[in-house]
């Protein structure tokens, strides 16, 4: 399967400069849309973002100014103060611009990222293989290992996809995205004290999960919406493995050809997130039993970190007196 870059549309969704509660890298969006001309020629591109924003200078082939959503109250704090979120931002940002693409295949790209290369275009040819009891989507999407977690305090979780890049039919992005959106969270006065968020008192789960909470029961009746952040079971983890499997090609920014801003890279690899390697042993064991690929390697490479420090993530976590 060879995809020509004219198939595919890249939604650049999210602010295109700095506002209040969001900082913003001068520029930064001026060189997404220039990568993208660079390392996918002939491929259209929409920057879906909202109004007022200053969008001078910037070339897309076609520009949605959305109306701005603001922030999302999810929590208050034990003295009653809001915390907001830009959960509807970025259901706004996504959806509307995919709903504008009129190719196969389509991108969804943060503002404050660019490209470095093509290498998540092949994705697809080099990993053919699918379970087809495990299939949702009509074909994989690619996602980013950043912030693709697989444990959190030292404990394995579930439905965290990264969402910072997705490549795939432009059906399954929508299938992701095109959400309702999310309630302001109303402040109840009866606990007034505590703490009231998502799964209080337990560990609120992570944003991603959240959004991953929301599009994938929708999907598969057999996923729950996630209480809380640790949420679990064997049978959980088990379907949760052969999502991944058969749903997703999860590969690192390099492979991908996806560059991030100085904040979202490591100095070493996170060993709370997945890798490329994690990812290719459930496809091996999942989608093709005879793929060339070692757990040893699997092992050097980042088990051994885990085996030393989710232990100890674990117990400090269980050690805190409040936890969210």
């Known amino acids: 399967m060879c995809i020509k870059f004219k198939d595919i549309t890249v939604v650049v969704q999210g602010p295109v400069q700095a506002y209040q509660g969001r900082s913003q890298a001068e520029g930064i969006t001026h060189q997404c849309l220039e990568s993208i001309r660079t390392h996918l020629p002939g491929a259209r591109i ?28 999810v929590a208050f704090d034990a003295a009653g103060k809001p915390q907001k979120l ?46 087809a009891q495990d299939r949702i ?11 693709f977690r697989c444990y959190a305090e030292g404990q394995r979780v579930v439905m965290h996809p990264s969402d910072f890049f997705h490549f795939g039919r432009t059906q399954d992005l929508l299938r992701i995205w095109d959400l309702p959106l999310f309630s302001d969270r109303v402040y109840n006065p009866k ?46 983890q088990t379907l949760w493995e052969r999502f991944m499997a058969s749903n997703l090609r999860v590969m690192e920014p390099e492979q991908l050809g996806l560059g991030l801003i100085d904040r979202f890279i490591p100095k070493h690899k996170r060993p709370n997130e997945m890798s490329h ?41 269980r050690l805190a007196p409040n936890h969210k």
């Not at 989507?137 to 912030?147: A, C, G, I, R, W």
């Not at 009746?221 to 064997?234: A, D, I, K, T, W």
Request: aromatic content about 12%.
């Open 86 to 131: 830009n959960f509807n931002r970025q259901i706004i940002s996504s959806s509307e611009g995919l709903k504008q693409v009129k190719t196969r295949y389509a991108v969804k790209l943060r503002s404050d990222n660019f490209l470095t290369g093509n290498g998540f275009v092949k994705a697809l040819s080099q990993f053919p293989a699918r379970n």
């Open 277 to 317: 390697l994690d990812w290719l042993l459930l496809y091996r064991r999942y989608c093709d039993p005879n793929y060339p690929v070692s757990a040893l390697t699997q092992f050097t490479h980042i088990g051994w970190q885990r085996m030393l420090k989710m232990p100890l993530r674990r117990l400090k976590f």
């Open 137 to 147: 989507f009509l074909e994989p999407v690619v996602v980013n290992t950043s912030y």
């Open 191 to 236: 606990q007034a004290g505590q703490a009231q968020y998502h799964g209080a008192p337990l560990s609120c789960p992570h944003a991603e999960q959240i959004y991953c909470s929301r599009w994938l029961p929708l999907l598969d009746e057999r996923f729950p919406p996630l209480v809380h952040r640790h949420q679990n079971s064997p049978e959980l």
């Open 46 to 73: 929409i920057l879906s973002t909202w109004e007022g924003q200053d969008c001078s200078g910037l070339t897309p082939d076609l520009l949605l100014l959305n109306q701005d959503p603001g922030g999302t109250v």
